[in-house]
């Protein structure tokens, strides 16, 4: 088993940036692909961005040149630096792993989830 946690989120005005943090603990392999999901109101869940076990990055075009994620190994910890945040970044933020080698951008191929952390953006 897996266990995942985020941090991070707040309230913060549109222009502003964001660091989210997700720990992760247990069974945790540096093979694993880690990603951020997100779940605006009333909408459903959808990928953010993905980082591989060769550290390749996959984002998703609506966050393309605004958001950032990394990996630090000997920290078990994936982060999603969010800049110039808009409006519609308000959602809750998830943090998922998988066991397998391949950033997935669809939400089931993800066993393991964090219990989210909530960013808001007010304009």
């Known amino acids: 088993q897996v266990q995942l946690a985020e941090s991070g989120g707040g309230l913060v005005q549109a222009g502003g940036s964001l660091r989210l943090s997700c720990a992760a603990s247990?069974?945790?392999?540096?093979?694993?692909?880690m990603a951020w999901f997100r779940q605006g109101p009333g909408k459903e869940r959808e990928f953010v961005a993905g980082?591989?076990?060769?550290?390749?990055?996959r984002y998703a075009d609506s966050v393309k040149g605004r958001f950032t994620i990394s990996r630090d190994n000997a920290k078990n910890t994936v982060y999603l630096q969010i800049d110039s945040l808009k409006p519609e970044d308000t959602a809750v933020y998830y943090c998922?792993?998988?066991?397998?080698?391949?950033?997935?951008?669809?939400?089931?191929?993800?066993?393991?989830w964090g219990q989210g952390t909530q960013v808001t953006v007010s304009s």
């Open positions: 247990g069974r945790t392999s540096s093979n694993d692909a």
């Open positions: 998922a792993a998988r066991a397998g080698k391949v950033v997935l951008a669809i939400a089931h191929d993800y066993p393991y």
């Open positions: 980082v591989d076990w060769t550290n390749f990055k």
